[in-house]
């Protein structure tokens, strides 16, 4: 009986496009699938198609999860997926969601999402802000908040960042920092800041305004733009103005963004790179949209200005300024 179960579902798998090694891993993965109905895989596969999953997707989701097909519809998914979808800002999120964290499905409703709900509010974060956060990283549902959460607060709260709302603020700019250890990702990233020559309030803007920095590898990305920056020509006082000024200049890619801008800077625009660490911002501006354009506009004219008067304003103010079209 069990093994014309198995079949069954092997069959059903093939049916939805999974080759046999997929299925392999999928029963290898979550044995109970070979003692499933049919009926009760399908039922399951065609909910999730409903709610918006596109059915090129479900293999994968499958294979990520294979208990999903396993679940009670009405006990476990339809409320976790009626809840989430109240938390949606436009359609479709909660299905990007589920195909992003399949596992998300997995959580008790009321253990989990309810708790971590409350926590967010107790936090300060806006209620249009909560679904953004959570549907942008389902993975939060998964974290213990007697040990991840309260890890993370530990360390902003280390920092000095234990006012009202600030860690509120953190997790919606990014709500991936939950994810990286505190040990081994975040506290080196802080004192490599610290190493270069930033201060602890500026320390803690890095932490509030670009926590993405924060989450970045030392090793791999930090530390490589550093050593480029300082091979360029900047000293270590003008990188640690520029690193406090924007501090995403420690992360931005050294191939595609750093080199491009300032040989153009220097090169082409034929000012020096003290400019730059006076406005450290020049490394968020667009080499073509931007920089190039309007160095072009301005060298017509023959109109010389700071870099600030030049970038520190949009398109339209731009044009106004310098008039020049």
Same mark, same amino acid.
Request: glycine share 6%; hydrophobic share 40%.
């Given at each position: 009986?069990?093994?014309?179960?198995?079949?069954?579902?092997?069959?059903?798998?093939?049916?939805?496009?999974?080759?046999?090694?997929?299925?392999?891993?999928?029963?290898?993965?979550?044995?109970?699938?070979?003692?499933?109905?049919?009926?009760?895989?399908?039922?399951?596969?065609?909910?999730?198609?409903?709610?918006?999953?596109?059915?090129?997707?479900?293999?994968?989701?499958?294979?990520?999860?294979?208990?999903?097909?396993?679940?009670?519809?009405?006990?476990?998914?339809?409320?976790?997926?009626?809840?989430?979808?109240?938390?949606?800002?436009?359609?479709?999120?909660?299905?990007?969601?589920?195909?992003?964290?399949?596992?998300?499905?997995?959580?008790?409703?009321?253990?989990?999402?309810?708790?971590?709900?409350?926590?967010?509010?107790?936090?300060?974060?806006?209620?249009?802000?909560? #679904? =953004?956060? $959570?549907?942008? !990283? *389902?993975?939060? &549902?998964? /974290? @213990?908040? %007697? +040990?991840?959460?309260?890890?993370?607060?530990?360390?902003?709260?280390?920092?000095?960042?234990?006012?009202?709302?600030?860690? #509120? =603020?953190? $997790?919606?700019? !990014? *709500?991936?920092? &939950?994810? /990286? @250890?505190? %040990? +081994?990702?975040?506290?080196?990233?802080?004192?490599?800041?610290?190493?270069?020559?930033?201060?602890?309030?500026?320390?803690?803007?890095?932490?509030?305004?670009?926590?993405?920095?924060?989450?970045?590898?030392?090793?791999?990305?930090?530390?490589?733009?550093?050593?480029?920056?300082?091979?360029?020509?900047?000293?270590?006082?003008?990188?640690?103005?520029?690193?406090?000024?924007?501090?995403?200049?420690?992360?931005?890619?050294?191939?595609?963004?750093?080199?491009?801008?300032?040989?153009?800077?220097?090169?082409?625009?034929?000012?020096?790179?003290?400019?730059?660490?006076?406005?450290?911002?020049?490394?968020?501006?667009?080499?073509?949209?931007?920089?190039?354009?309007?160095?072009?506009?301005?060298?017509?004219?023959?109109?010389?200005?700071?870099?600030?008067?030049?970038?520190?304003?949009?398109?339209?103010?731009?044009?106004?300024?310098?008039?020049?079209?």
């Amino acid at each position: 009986m069990g093994h014309n179960k198995s079949c069954n579902v092997v069959l059903f798998l093939k049916e939805k496009g999974c080759d046999d090694k997929k299925i392999e891993e999928i029963l290898r993965k979550c044995p109970k699938l070979e003692t499933l109905e049919r009926e009760k895989a399908s039922e399951n596969w065609n909910y999730l198609k409903s709610i918006g999953i596109h059915e090129r997707k479900l293999p994968f989701i499958v294979s990520k999860c294979p208990k999903i097909l396993t679940l009670c519809l009405d006990d476990k998914i339809v409320p976790m997926v009626h809840c989430l979808s109240t938390l949606e800002s436009k359609p479709g999120e909660v299905a990007l969601a589920i195909t992003k964290f399949p596992q998300l499905l997995l959580h008790n409703l009321e253990e989990k999402l309810c708790p971590l709900l409350a926590l967010f509010q107790t936090l300060g974060i806006p209620e249009n802000q909560v #679904g =953004k956060l $959570l549907l942008l !990283n *389902p993975r939060l &549902v998964s /974290y @213990s908040i %007697e +040990t991840k959460f309260a890890k993370i607060f530990g360390f902003f709260a280390s920092l000095g960042l234990n006012k009202d709302g600030v860690a #509120g =603020k953190i $997790l919606v700019r !990014n *709500p991936y920092i &939950v994810g /990286y @250890s505190v %040990e +081994t990702r975040l506290k080196p990233t802080m004192e490599f800041l610290k190493s270069i020559g930033l201060k602890d309030v500026e320390l803690q803007q890095v932490v509030v305004k670009f926590p993405q920095v924060v989450c970045r590898d030392v090793e791999k990305i930090l530390r490589p733009n550093f050593v480029y920056l300082k091979g360029f020509g900047f000293n270590a006082e003008q990188i640690a103005v520029m690193v406090a000024g924007y501090p995403p200049v420690l992360i931005k890619s050294i191939k595609n963004s750093l080199e491009p801008r300032l040989k153009f800077l220097v090169e082409v625009m034929g000012r020096g790179i003290g400019e730059v660490a006076g406005y450290p911002e020049f490394f968020r501006h667009g080499l073509k949209k931007s920089l190039e354009f309007r160095h072009k506009l301005l060298m017509k004219k023959n109109i010389v200005c700071s870099l600030s008067e030049m970038l520190d304003c949009d398109k339209k103010r731009f044009i106004g300024k310098f008039g020049v079209c």
